[in-house]
Nanobody, 120 residues
Framework: QVQLVESGGGLVQAGGSLGLSCAAS????????MGWYRQAPGKQRELVAT???????TYVDSVKGRFTISRDNTKDTVYLRMDSLKPEDTAVYYC??????????????WGRGTQVTVSS
């Protein structure tokens, strides 16, 4: 079983910055991919960014150049640095991990979500 603990988020004015973090815990062997998704009111959940254990990153076009995803493999933690925030970035942000246990089993796990609100 994996537990994800998210922190960060909050309220910020447009143009400001926020940071999110998500720590995974459990009998984890490896986490090949960690990522962040977001869901705005009335919209589908969308992928924001992902990062592999080797540090390869992907971003949705709307956040490229403004958001930075990183991870600390020693802590099984993923971060999302959000700069130049826009009102359209307002959403609940969810951590997502693809975990492999020592048993060999694998599971995809979601965090509970953290609210990010950007005021204009």
């Amino acid at each position: 079983q994996v537990q994800l603990v998210e922190s960060g988020g909050g309220l910020v004015q447009a143009g400001g910055s926020l940071g999110l973090s998500c720590a995974a815990s459990g009998s984890i062997f490896s986490i090949p991919v960690m990522g962040w998704y977001r869901q705005a009111p009335g919209k589908q959940r969308e992928l924001v960014a992902t990062i592999t254990s080797g540090g390869i990153t992907t971003y949705v076009d709307s956040v490229k150049g403004r958001f930075t995803i990183s991870r600390d493999n020693t802590k099984d933690t993923v971060y999302l640095r959000m700069d130049s925030l826009k009102p359209e970035d307002t959403a609940v942000y969810y951590c997502n991990t693809n975990v492999i246990f020592y048993s060999g089993a694998a599971v995809v796990t979601w965090g509970r979500g953290t609210q990010v609100t950007v005021s204009s």
